[in-house]
């Protein structure tokens, strides 16, 4: 392989190309293998007036908003599941600091099938009534031209990069995604065709051979990737499939951070802007930490 062929860079190269104001899409799904080594990177370089365009969130647009990111979300969710409230966007919403465009979970998916079809909205159906439609004005009401019963329009995506978080690629950017997968693993395939730019973080770089052997794994080819970067445990604390578990300890001790902004400051300062890079971060955390979340079972 040419060394101009290579696509793998830095965390820290690959999160200076996300400029302030971007239209960014973080794959995953709730707390399932988000790119928080990632979204980690951007609070360090202190990124700002972010526009979060998804399906639903959790930690990931959690931290950024406690870390002053964000101007705007599109998303159907952000919360923690089990852990309750996301406590950190909450007070930003309450605030009026945040600007929140609501849309349906499906219907937030949909908006990435219009992109990756070279549509500038995706018709649906279903919305007849609903708040949604009443508090989002970009939902435009229409008529079928074939059979003329009522549907609305919702805007695509159109994010300016996808980041997600894989668990293995290659150096030219072929993202490994596991035949036996979850709802997450198929969300960032449809994010990942829906954008130019695509950044991927993932648990291995793999040979070049590897990929070869396990072509048929290959759900996102090397054309869709502008880079790559080798990060493991990249998803942490949320969970990678097939490689490890939700850290859930140290998800308590950031919901119990989040209880109000100075506590969640120490916890910026202890996870975020103390640990220079991500392999400091996971020093901190301690490799018995990390040891203990392996997911043997996927790994046999």
């Known amino acids: 392989m040419s060394a101009q062929s ?10 200076s190309t996300i400029t302030d104001g971007c239209r960014l899409t973080l794959g995953g799904f709730a707390v399932y ?3 928080m080594a990632f979204v980690r990177e951007l609070v360090r370089q202190a990124r700002k007036d972010l526009v979060i365009v998804g399906a639903a969130h959790s930690f990931d647009v959690d931290m950024l908003c406690a870390a002053g990111c964000l101007r705007r979300i599109e998303t159907s969710y952000v919360g923690l599941e ?7 966007f909450r007070r930003l919403a309450e605030s009026g600091a945040l600007q929140i465009v609501d849309y349906p979970e499906l219907i937030s998916l949909d908006r990435f099938r219009a992109d990756q079809e070279g549509l500038d909205f995706w018709p649906v159906e279903g ?13 435009r009401e229409m008529n079928c031209p074939v059979s003329g019963r009522l549907l ?10 996808v980041v997600i978080h894989a668990i293995a690629a290659d150096e030219q950017g072929n993202v490994v995604i596991p035949a036996r997968r979850l709802f997450p693993q198929s969300a960032d395939i449809t994010f990942s065709r829906a954008c130019d730019r695509v950044i991927v973080t ?16 290959v759900e996102i080819p090397s054309y869709r990737v502008s880079a790559v970067i080798e990060v493991p445990f990249g998803a942490h604390p949320t969970p990678a499939l097939g490689r490890y578990l939700a850290d859930e300890h140290h998800m308590g001790e950031y919901v119990e951070a989040s209880s109000d902004d100075m506590r969640f400051a120490g916890y910026l300062e202890r996870y975020v802007h103390s640990p220079k890079t991500h392999f400091d971060y996971l020093d901190l955390l301690g490799s018995r930490r990390l040891t203990s979340l392996q997911d043997l079972d996927s790994l046999q």
Not at 127 to 139: P, S
Not at 152 to 161: F, I, S
């Open 33 to 35: 293998q988000k790119p």
């Open 6 to 15: 290579s696509k793998v860079v830095s965390l820290s190269e690959a999160a």
């Open 202 to 217: 993932a648990e291995k770089i793999v040979s070049r051979s590897f990929i070869k052997r396990h072509a048929r794994l």
């Open 152 to 161: 609305h329009a919702v805007p695509a995506a159109k994010p300016d990069v």
């Open 127 to 139: 919305l007849g009534g609903n708040d949604v439609v009443t508090f989002n004005a970009e939902i």
């Open 82 to 88: 089990k852990f309750g409230l996301a406590r950190n």
